[in-house]
């Protein structure tokens, strides 16, 4: 009965440090992603103001 409760705790402790990598990961991503969003678009409205220049 005890092994099979500190089965369960490190189980926990192992998806708890999992989720909490994924979380980190993922907010890392989206602000890369809306950082190469924002390079984009301003460089995508800078050529077209130098062709219609």
Do not use: P, Q
Request: glycine share 2%; hydrophobic share 40%.
């Amino acid at each position: 009965m005890a092994s099979s409760r500190f089965e369960d705790s490190n189980y926990a402790k192992k998806l708890f440090r999992l989720s909490s990598l994924f979380y980190g990961a993922r907010r890392r991503l989206s602000f890369f992603l809306t950082r190469v969003d924002n390079d984009s678009r301003a460089f995508v409205n800078w050529e077209n103001t130098e062709i219609f220049r």
